[in-house]
């Protein structure tokens, strides 16, 4: 994991396998953002921001229920854990699930170090679900709100004071980002890009990958229009999924060639599926 000191009172935690982590230093308490997916990488990170700002951790938010978000929990037990409804039924399954060998074997095509996560992995319920909007934070600093797009419980957490951005799933920057959920809706997630485009903050943290500013969250926007305009073309035509797969005109996206996962196919295979 690597910390990147975003500015006074944020710190981005990439992660390689999991999720990225997000701590805001408030006036008087730490709130997090994202668990990442191993319990013991996450309890370091909390350790270490407790010790630099001096402060002590108050609550945990969830950006979305998606387990390489949510499985590093257990290292926010004792915190006051946030997220979203429409979030619950993924979570619960999850929480009451028996992580069996063939579980655990078939997450570590997506995720290589599940195995290690499963061993420390400590879940439960978060203690408080918020329908469209709340605030977070002693002096309700951070307002939370669902926008959905990447799945339909998909959140955003908005720092106003630092005019910074997290955005969870919404955004996946170096890699190429996974929209292969039923409840992915393509439409909605432009829609939010370009509002975030509008309000041109001075950083934009990802669920995956480094901070981005406003010319990059450009090129991400215009990737999803190019990809929804050209599939439904393809489809409308009447070629088949295979073909649309293998199709010259996809555009090639915003990532580096050797950043495309084993899961971009698959998230073309749910749009095309998904097209009205
Ligand atoms: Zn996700």
Redesign the pocket.
Known sequence: MSYEGVSKSVVLAQNKYG?NSVCISLENELIFVDAGMNTTIASEFRKNMEEKFGKKASTLILT?G?I??FFGMGAFSDLTVIAPKTSKEKIERYVTAEFTTEIIASFEIYFPTFKAAAKVAKLFMPSIWFENEMAAGKNQEIQIQVTGG??NC?SSIYFQQEKILIA??LLQVEVSP?FGEPDNDMGLWIQTLKLWEKMSLDAYLP?HGPKIDVNYLVKVREFFEQILETVTKLKAKGLTVKEVLEHPSLPSGYWPRGATKLAYQMSIVNLYKHLR
Request: aromatic content about 8%; cysteine-free.
């Open positions: 999720s979305h998606h390489d978000h990447h799945t998909s969870g799933d996974y669920g």
